[in-house]
């Protein structure tokens, strides 16, 4: 592959990557969608509570 | 200039009828004997001069009577001198334009410019030309313009056929070639001492100038000085230095009839791609016309070889190959002084790197030349920005710059048929796999993070931050067993995020709420366990403390409805809690999601960030100039 030809092919995937980034984003926004929801998260703590300290 | 009133005359020497078709010429030649005839100011009738009539050199690839276009104006060649400058042949043209006006074509190894008078030059400085060294001194021939010497070359014959125009009429001058760092590029031509003449050079291609008809050049056959052998010289017009093929000696083109040996031989040499071979690189099609082996003075193995190549109406490039790594010069007329102490310069706003300087000999040689090999040790210096590079050579004569692009294996292959089977290193053109612009990605990269950034910022100014709940809630003393249930609120939007900003003044303990978003309507519930703790302390002489009485939550895309909470809450540490509050909002902005994207985002331009660092370390291993050294001490 010729230089210029992977110069090219780099930056066509560099735009879709981005464009597709962007959109996702939009999108998130429009939706309210929070990528570290936090009824997704499980959290285990010992008996003593969430920071205990002797 | 002068202006004859005459135009028909009669030839001393045949008596033939003489016609000039300018007024401005003062040589022509007589059609019937070939005599060189000029006329002179004042007086009547022509004599004969010293400057030779040369059919044969006349055999150029621009021929008397052929036509073109200069700035919208037609013009017809006239008359030609063949100037044998020592290192180089130059042709000059006359042309005559429609509207009668005069000026010079220049044609020197490829290299076309038409040559005008230039205006307002301090003729008394002129004379300080000869003293001058190349590319070194600086002299203002016009208002404003500092110029310095990029070429002093020396006419030691001339040969002319057709009308010209020239002040002496012995063949022998000086031409000095002066740039002014930008854009203009000024012609003197010392006649005999003191007479000077002065032209802009406007470089032009014959493309441009839609020269038509071109002729092709005949190629000669001499006898090798030294061993009699047939020497074929492919390039009479260009060429005056040739190698023996079967002696290997080095002889010199005289005139067209002749070689003569310069008493200097050559072993063997069979270059990877054989002189004479034709191909087709960079869409052009070239011949190779000579071949060289060259090595850095001073280095044991530094060797690398050389190609001449030439097409008629591109002129000569050059294919240097160097530990199996090609890379293709061709020769530009760019205003740059000789980059003293530069470490990069800026060409059409690129920037180029020093990678190399050194000083050059030749080694071997097979083919012909239009310059003298070996006459003397040429500095040079290599500004690359790959897979391009600025290549600069000077001497005492010359000061030449090339630009030079990185040629692939696989496009030696294609063109010649053949390429070199073995590859050392990194080439200092050569592109990494999957090469890409870096200094674009850069740009593109930061294009690509300020939309992002616009578009999060947009997001975050119209977000609504509509606040559905506000509550403060009292603990009893111990836990209830059922849930605390909220009031209920309404969220509107069709899909939203609820952020819950949780707050209990924990002191030493920790408060846990374990909260169920519920939906009125439909009954779905959204769990959500959240907590704070704050410890603070005193030990090692120190206050310590950590956590926090706040913290928040985030629930995504909740769909619009009627919704209550249910929350659990729990307790513990030394000091219990007899309250806490929680605040409920729809449709906050959200910037861990930006900073998310943004770290996604990076990802492609840091892996070739990444993957180039380590491709340049190694490609500047082989440089005396290596940054990554300077960066590292």
């Not at chain 2, 040629?407 to 089977?421: K, M």
């Not at chain 2, 290193?425 to 612009?437: A, D, E, R, S, V």
């Not at chain 2, 993070?449 to 578009?455: A, E, I, S």
């Not at chain 2, 895309?557 to 209550?564: F, R």
């Amino acid at each position: 592959m010729d230089i210029k030809k992977s110069h090219q092919l780099n930056i066509i995937v560099f735009s879709i990557i981005t464009s597709l980034l962007v959109a996702w984003m939009i999108y998130a926004n429009s939706t309210g969608w929070y990528l570290f929801n936090s009824s997704d998260r499980k959290q285990s703590w010992s008996s003593s509570g969430p920071g205990y300290h002797k | 200039m002068y202006f004859f009133d005459t135009h028909t005359t009669v030839c001393p020497v045949c008596q033939s009828v003489v016609s000039f078709r300018s007024n401005a010429t003062n040589i022509n030649t007589c059609s019937n004997c070939h005599s060189m005839l000029q006329r002179t100011k004042g007086e009547a009738g022509l004599k004969t001069t010293h400057i030779g009539y040369n059919q044969t050199l006349a055999n150029t690839t621009i021929p008397l009577g052929a036509r073109g276009i200069y700035n919208g104006k037609n013009f017809e060649v006239i008359g030609a001198c063949y100037c044998d400058m020592t290192r180089f042949f130059n042709n000059r043209f006359t042309i005559l334009f429609t509207d009668g006006s005069l000026a010079w074509l220049t044609e020197t190894m490829g290299f076309y410019a038409i040559l005008q008078k230039a205006a307002d030059v301090y003729s008394s400085k002129l004379p300080l030309l000869a003293g001058m060294d190349i590319a070194q001194d600086k002299i203002e021939l016009q208002k404003g313009s500092q110029q310095y010497l990029v070429d002093k070359s020396k006419s030691e014959k001339t040969y002319a056929c057709g009308e010209i125009h020239s002040p002496d009429t012995d063949g022998i001058f000086t031409a000095y070639e002066l740039a002014d760092g930008y854009n203009q590029r000024l012609e003197v031509i010392e006649y005999a001492k003191g007479n000077f003449e002065v032209y802009n050079i406007l470089y032009c291609t014959p493309a441009e100038l839609q020269l038509q008809p071109l002729n092709t050049t005949a190629a000669l056959v001499l006898p090798c000085d030294s061993c009699t052998k047939p020497v074929q010289i492919v390039l009479p017009q260009y060429s005056n230095h040739v190698v023996c093929p079967a002696c290997f000696a080095w002889n010199e083109l005289q005139g067209v009839d002749r070689l003569k040996s310069k008493n200097k031989k050559f072993n063997a040499f069979n270059p990877l791609l054989p002189v004479g071979s034709c191909g087709q690189l960079k869409n052009i099609d070239y011949k190779i016309t000579g071949a060289t082996r060259k090595y850095e003075t001073g280095s044991i193995n530094t060797e690398w070889t050389e190609y001449t190549l030439y097409n008629p109406q591109n002129g000569f490039a050059f294919l240097a190959e160097y530990n199996g790594h090609w890379t293709y010069l061709k020769e530009v007329k760019i205003n740059q002084p000789w980059p003293v102490y530069q470490q990069e310069i800026i060409v059409n706003n690129e920037q180029y790197v020093l990678f190399n300087d050194y000083t050059f000999r030749i080694k071997e040689a097979a083919g012909e030349f239009y310059s003298t090999l070996g006459s003397g040790t040429v500095m040079a210096k290599e500004y690359i920005s790959p897979p391009e590079m600025y290549a600069v050579e000077k001497n005492d004569t010359e000061l030449t710059w090339y630009k030079a692009a990185y040629t692939s294996n696989q496009e030696i292959f294609e063109a010649f048929g053949t390429n070199a089977t073995y590859q050392h290193g990194i080439g200092p053109l050569q592109p990494m796999k999957g090469y890409i612009n870096m200094g674009l990605l850069k740009q593109l990269s930061l294009v690509a993070f300020t939309l992002l950034f616009c578009v999060q910022v947009f997001f975050s100014l119209t977000a609504k931050n509509t606040v559905l709940l506000e509550q403060n809630f009292l603990l009893p003393d111990s836990l209830p067993a059922k849930a605390i249930v909220t009031t209920a609120f309404e969220v509107k939007p069709r899909l939203a995020n609820l952020e819950f900003e949780i707050s209990a003044p924990v002191n030493n303990s920790w408060f846990n709420a374990d909260i169920t978003l519920v939906n009125k309507q439909n009954g779905k519930e959204y769990p959500l366990d959240k907590g704070v703790e704050f410890y603070h302390g005193y030990s090692g002489g120190e206050k310590w403390s950590e956590g926090s009485t706040s913290t928040d939550a985030l629930l995504s895309s909740i769909p619009a409805g009627i919704y209550h909470l249910n929350i659990f809450p729990s307790q513990g540490g030394n000091y219990q809690i007899n309250s806490f509050s929680i605040a409920v909002r729809s449709d906050v902005p959200m910037w861990r999601n930006f900073i998310f994207i943004v770290l996604l985002a990076s990802i492609f331009p840091l892996l070739q960030w990444t993957r180039h660092q380590v491709f340049e370390r190694r490609r500047w291993n082989n440089s005396p100039h290596n940054p990554f050294n300077s960066e590292e001490a």
